[in-house]
């Protein structure tokens, strides 16, 4: 047994599981606290509360309940008694069976808590639910409790039975009970003023003498004028039993002790006075017939109130019939007006209708005849229209066959392209390695000039592939001329239109288109097409952006790490070299960059911009002629001083520009000042306090002599600077290559020997680059490349496993 507070805590949250409830804290005796009885009906109990808080106003509640366990547990087998169900299943059984208990007392406390009432619960286990509600009685010393009562008659008819009937009985006299029916007061158990001691010689098994007050559920007030106090009529001490009809329920009998009624100023006879046994009986038979005759005038008077109430409700339900019955008459009467209008306005409809019918039927004829002859014209158009499609379609095959001619052609042309640029790659390799000299290195590259000549394109082509030059198309403006993005076969292309104004002539720029064209270098933007109507060239296109996009992390650009910049520096490195070294004529850059640096999918550097084909021979390195005209359009400060107060160009203008790059790579900063913080930095020792963090940590070696090597290029006597030679290139190649971890061997592709960024399965359960395989497969090869035995099928499968990891150890290197 429990109290609680008004809380959503459960009732059996403290109880261990498998035990009856017990008393844990028992609530003073404070008169304004109403005790009220409560089983599981809800009904019942909404009806009991309600009456509650109507005649107690600003008083406590206590709600009493009696948590009964089931004698029975449900199982599988059926419901078997609980001292022959397994031991878990009645422990589960009761903790649901408490859980529902829990939940009643809690909607218990809401519907109080809704109506503004203090409330508390106290919960007990017993065996039998009446003999618990008298237990709690006399535990807590209630003197104020509420009960139901199974019917008006409930003490007449079930005399030995019912948790009022018992509460009555055996319930201590100091507690006043209110026995309430359907939510109205049947009769009240007065509590006695002063119990009545027990005789010594006697041990009566109650020794109770009850005081009983009639209420009348109708205007609460006492209609006897006077308690009534039984005794038994036999000498014995055993329990006697007696029954009176009051008002509308039963006097619950009593049973007593042969004591005197001291406070009425009466007193009992002893069972030895027969005259008082006589008369004791005789005035009780006259009280039972009295308060049957009242009891019964009472019903009487119950059933006319009732049949009257009845009777007026009747007539107010007649009554809103007839009203309603009015409304719905009015409601008619309207809706008729209102479809009377309705069919006079429909019928004027109609006549319009069928008035503009008349007149759509002889507009229809006129039309019809119109439409047999527009039949005969459209007859006579779809005949010629076949023969404008037939026409088309065969002009359509022909296209079809000249552009998959124009393919073919382009894709052997790409072909041999790949192979020169393959061929030039071997040919820096190999110069790096040594095997060949300057000289012969630079008659080699002649032979690639050698190459099918530039593709030629019309206006029409560049204005289609952008829009007619449209401004959505439009990449970069300098001051040579603007750069679109455009489409043309197949591919996304750069298209540079140059100013009018800074070329010479048509001759001029063939010429210096045609020069261009000659320069294959890995790093060096390939040229695939001019078109000299619109004085365009077209290059082809790098997603990336430029180094300058890079250094400064425009758009939120992942940063480059420090082998990557590494990388970049001896890849600047070979184009300038492969420049400065171009045969018959030195080729000058003039305008080198971050800007003029693009960036490929793989990070790798291709240098741009070359101030339209710089070309400058031995002899005319200090020639006066470009101290004006040859002046470099770009950022002043990667500008070499020197060129800025003679205005003569050299190779090593380019190595002033080269040397701000590097500096830049290793400190991710702006080249205003930079070479005189570098230099203060290394003299002090400080060097890495001035590297970029975000390239990762600079091994100090290579740090060290990249920052030596900026430095020399950015001396501003050019006779300090050093010379891009093979050898710098290859020391260059070496410095980043050192210190980078090995490649794993299933990270390379059998063919090409290098990284796979697109690895693809073949039949023969080898990984190879996709371009690598797909231009194996489509030169009619069958075989595998790496056993030579023929594929079962020519279909490849991404490795996404391969791809992966490649990925994740080229962000780790």
């Given at each position: 047994m ?6 959503h805590?459960?009732?059996f ?31 019942k109990?909404?009806?009991?509360l ?8 600003n008083?406590?509640i ?10 029975v ?14 031991p878990?299943?009645v ?14 007392t ?7 808590f ?39 008659n ?13 509460t009555?009985k055996?319930?201590?006299l100091?507690?006043?009970?209110w026995f309430?029916?359907?939510?109205r007061?049947i ?8 119990p009545?001691s027990l ?5 009566p ?5 009850e ?18 106090y ?5 000498a ?9 009809s009051l008002?509308?329920?039963e ?5 007593a ?12 006879c ?6 008082g ?18 009891i ?7 059933a006319?109130?009732d ?12 009554e809103i ?13 309207s ?21 503009e019918?008349?007149?759509?039927l002889?507009?229809?004829?006129n ?12 007859a ?14 065969e ?6 066959l ?57 206006l ?8 007619n ?5 439009k ?17 996304t292309?750069a ?13 001029e ?30 290059y ?18 992942i ?32 305008d ?23 070309l ?17 359009k ?16 050299t190779?090593?203008s ?18 205003v ?18 590297l ?8 100090l ?6 920052a030596?090597?900026g430095?020399?290029c ?15 290139v ?19 592709c ?12 073949a ?8 371009d ?7 030169n ?14 020519l279909?490849?499968?991404p ?15």
């Amino acid at each position: 047994m429990k109290l609680l507070i008004p809380s959503h805590t459960s009732p059996f949250s403290s109880l261990p599981q498998n035990q009856p409830m017990e008393h844990q804290q028992s609530s003073p005796t404070n008169p304004n606290k109403v005790h009220l009885a409560l089983g599981k009906s809800l009904h019942k109990t909404t009806t009991l509360l309600q009456w509650t808080f109507n005649h107690f106003r600003n008083a406590e509640i206590v709600i009493l309940h009696v948590y009964q366990p089931s004698p029975v547990i449900p199982t599988l087998l059926g419901k078997m008694p609980a001292s022959q169900a397994n031991p878990e299943v009645v422990s589960a059984f009761r903790r649901e069976e408490r859980e529902q208990t829990m939940r009643l007392t809690d909607k218990y406390l809401r519907i109080c808590f809704a109506s503004k009432v203090k409330a508390s619960v106290i919960v007990t286990e017993a065996s039998q639910v009446q003999k618990g509600i008298v237990d709690l009685v006399v535990k807590h010393n209630i003197t104020k409790l509420v009960i139901g009562a199974e019917s008006e008659n409930c003490m007449k008819v079930k005399r030995n039975s019912g948790k009022a009937n018992y509460t009555s009985k055996h319930a201590p006299l100091f507690c006043e009970i209110w026995f309430i029916y359907k939510g109205r007061h049947i009769w009240t158990r007065e509590a006695s003023e002063k119990p009545c001691s027990l005789s010594s010689g006697t041990q009566p098994e109650i020794a109770a003498t009850e005081s009983l007050r009639f209420r009348s559920s109708q205007n609460g007030k006492n209609e006897l004028p006077h308690s009534e106090y039984l005794q038994p009529n036999s000498a014995r001490t055993t329990v006697c039993s007696g029954i009176r009809s009051l008002n509308l329920g039963e006097i619950i009998e009593t049973e007593a002790t042969n004591s005197s009624k001291s406070s009425r100023g009466s007193s009992y006879c002893s069972p030895q006075n027969s005259v008082g046994v006589y008369q004791d009986a005789y005035l009780e038979d006259m009280e039972e017939r009295i308060n049957s005759q009242l009891i019964e005038t009472e019903r009487e008077a119950e059933a006319a109130t009732d049949e009257s109430f009845a009777e007026l409700l009747n007539c107010r339900r007649l009554e809103i019939e007839a009203m309603e019955a009015i409304q719905k008459v009015k409601l008619f009467e309207s809706a008729h007006a209102h479809e009377v209008e309705l069919r006079k306005e429909a019928e004027d409809a109609l006549r319009v209708t069928v008035t503009e019918q008349q007149k759509l039927l002889e507009e229809s004829e006129n039309i019809s005849g119109e439409l047999q002859m527009t039949m005969r014209n459209v007859a006579l158009l779809d005949s010629r229209a076949k023969e404008a499609t037939r026409r088309r379609d065969e002009a359509a095959h022909e296209l079809l066959l000249i552009q998959t001619s124009i393919s073919t052609l382009w894709q052997e042309r790409q072909q041999i392209r790949r192979q020169k640029m393959e061929a030039l790659r071997w040919l820096e390799r190999w110069k790096s390695r040594g095997q060949i000299g300057a000289a012969h290195y630079n008659g080699v590259i002649g032979f690639a000039v050698e190459l099918p000549e530039l593709a030629e394109f019309s206006l029409s082509d560049i204005e289609n592939a952008t829009c007619n030059f449209s401004k959505s198309f439009k990449i970069a403006q300098g001051g040579f001329g603007i750069i679109y993005k455009g489409e043309m076969l197949g591919r996304t292309v750069a298209i540079k239109k140059f100013h009018q104004h800074n070329v010479q002539g048509p001759a001029e720029f063939h010429r210096e288109v045609q020069i261009l064209s000659s320069l294959q270098h890995p790093h060096l933007l390939t040229l695939l097409g001019v078109c000299p109507d619109a004085w365009s060239i077209v290059y082809e296109y790098l997603p990336n952006g430029t180094l300058q996009d890079y250094l400064f992390r425009k758009s939120n650009i992942i940063p480059l790490t420090w082998n990557i910049r590494a990388r970049m520096i001896a890849e600047i490195s070979s184009a300038l070299c492969f420049l400065h070294s171009f045969q018959p004529e030195a080729i000058i850059h003039g305008d080198l960059k971050p800007e003029t640096i693009l960036l490929d999918s793989s990070l790798s550097c291709k240098i741009c911009e070359f101030r339209f084909s710089r070309l400058v021979t031995e002899e005319s390195h200090y020639s006066a002629s470009f101290h004006l005209s040859t002046e470099p359009k770009g950022a002043f400060t990667y500008t070499d001083p020197e060129f800025q107060r003679t205005g003569v160009l050299t190779p090593k203008s380019d190595t002033y520009s080269f040397g701000l790059i590097i500096l830049q790579l290793l400190t991710g900063r702006t080249p205003v000042g930079l070479a005189v913080l570098v230099r203060h930095a290394v003299s002090c020792g400080k060097l890495s306090s001035i590297l970029d963090s975000s390239s990762g940590e600079w091994p100090l070696s290579v740090a060290s002599r990249l920052a030596e090597l900026g430095l020399q290029c950015c001396a501003q006597n050019r006779r300090n600077r050093p010379e891009l030679t093979p050898a710098l290139v290859r020391e260059l190649e070496q410095l980043h290559v050192s210190e980078e971890r090995p490649v794993p061997s299933f990270f390379l592709c059998p063919i090409l020997q290098e990284i796979m960024h697109d690895p693809q399965i073949a039949a023969d359960g080898f990984t190879y680059e996709g371009d690598a395989i797909r231009e194996w497969l489509e030169n009619g090869h069958d075989t595998s490349p790496m056993t030579n035995l023929k594929l079962i099928h020519l279909l490849l499968t991404p490795n996404h496993s391969i791809r992966l990891a490649v990925q994740d150890w080229l962000c780790k290197s």
